[in-house]
T-cell receptor
Framework: DAGVIQSPRHEVTEMGQEVTLRCKPI?????LFWYRQTMMRGLELLIY????????DSGMPEDRFSAKMPNASFSTLKIQPSEPRDSAVYFC??????????????FGPGTRLTVL | AQSVTQLDSQVPVFEEAPVELRCNYS??????LFWYVQYPNQGLQLLLK??????LVKGINGFEAEFNKSQTSFHLRKPSVHISDTAEYFC?????????????FGQGTRLTINP
C-alpha cells in the first residue's frame, strides 16, 4: 500500500506566482483533507471532501486558495497569487469516510512551500 | 468551539526514563481525542485515539493515554522511552457536532530523548 502521495515534496516560488499542490489519497478512501502547518499557527484544517464533494472549506484562509477533487484518486490545492505568508508545509490526509468516527486519517509526507 | 492546549512545547528526557506529555482540551460536548506523532520530515501518524469506553487507551510503540473528563485532559505516557521516540507529538480533538473527523490540533510537544 503506497499510502497518501503528495507532490511536489518541495516547492520554491516567487510572490505572485500560481502554486498547485497535488494529492493522491489511499485507494478506497472516500474522504480527503488538506492541512497547513506553520510555526505560528500550528496545524490547521483548510478543507475536506467526502466522495469528491467539498464538505467544509471554512478553514481556507482567503479567496486566493482553492481546492478541487475531480475524481476519487486526485485532489489539488491551488494558491493564486502566492504570497510569502503562504510559506508552510501543506499536508493531505485521507480516511475511509467522514461519516464514521472510528476511521483513522492517514497523512501524506507533506509539501514544503516557500514563497520568496 | 473546541480547543486543545499542550502544556509543554518541549520535553527532554533520558533514554529508558518515563515520560508524560500533557494535553488539555476545551469543548462543550462529548469529544473524541487523538494523539499523533510526527517524525522529522514526515507526515503525522496516529498513535492512539479515545472514542468511548475505557478511559485508558493503549496505542502503538508502547504509548498509552488516559481520558479524564473531570479534568478535561488526555495525557500521553510511556514508561520507558527509546531514542527512536524523538519526534513531535500532537494532541487533537473532534466531536460529532463539528464533525467526527474535523480535527483541531494542539501546538505540539517536541520530545527529545537523550542517551
Amino acid at each position: 500500500d503506497a499510502g497518501v502521495i503528495q507532490s511536489p515534496r518541495h516547492e520554491v516560488t516567487e510572490m505572485g506566482q500560481e502554486v498547485t499542490l497535488r494529492c493522491k489519497p489511499i485507494s478506497g478512501h472516500n474522504s480527503l483533507f488538506w492541512y497547513r502547518q506553520t510555526m505560528m499557527r500550528g496545524l490547521e484544517l483548510l478543507i475536506y471532501f467526502n466522495n469528491n464533494v467539498p464538505i467544509d472549506d471554512s478553514g481556507m484562509p482567503e479567496d486566493r486558495f482553492s481546492a478541487k477533487m475531480p475524481n476519487a484518486s486526485f485532489s489539488t490545492l491551488k494558491i493564486q497569487p502566492s504570497e510569502p505568508r503562504d510559506s508552510a508545509v501543506y499536508f493531505c490526509a485521507s480516511s475511509l469516510s467522514i461519516l464514521t468516527s472510528t476511521d483513522t486519517q492517514y497523512f501524506g509526507p507533506g509539501t514544503r512551500l516557500t514563497v520568496l | 468551539a473546541q480547543s486543545v492546549t499542550q502544556l509543554d512545547s518541549q520535553v527532554p528526557v533520558f533514554e529508558e526514563a518515563p515520560v508524560e506529555l500533557r494535553c488539555n482540551y476545551s469543548s462543550s460536548v462529548s469529544v473524541y481525542l487523538f494523539w499523533y506523532v510526527q517524525y522529522p520530515n514526515q507526515g503525522l501518524q496516529l498513535l492512539l485515539k479515545y472514542l468511548s469506553g475505557s478511559t485508558l487507551v493503549k496505542g502503538i510503540n508502547g504509548f498509552e493515554a488516559e481520558f479524564n473528563k473531570s479534568q478535561t485532559s488526555f495525557h500521553l505516557r510511556k514508561p520507558s522511552v527509546h531514542i527512536s521516540d524523538t519526534a513531535e507529538y500532537f494532541c487533537a480533538v473532534s466531536d460529532l457536532v463539528q464533525g467526527a473527523q474535523k480535527l483541531v490540533f494542539g501546538q505540539g510537544t517536541r520530545l527529545t530523548i537523550n542517551p
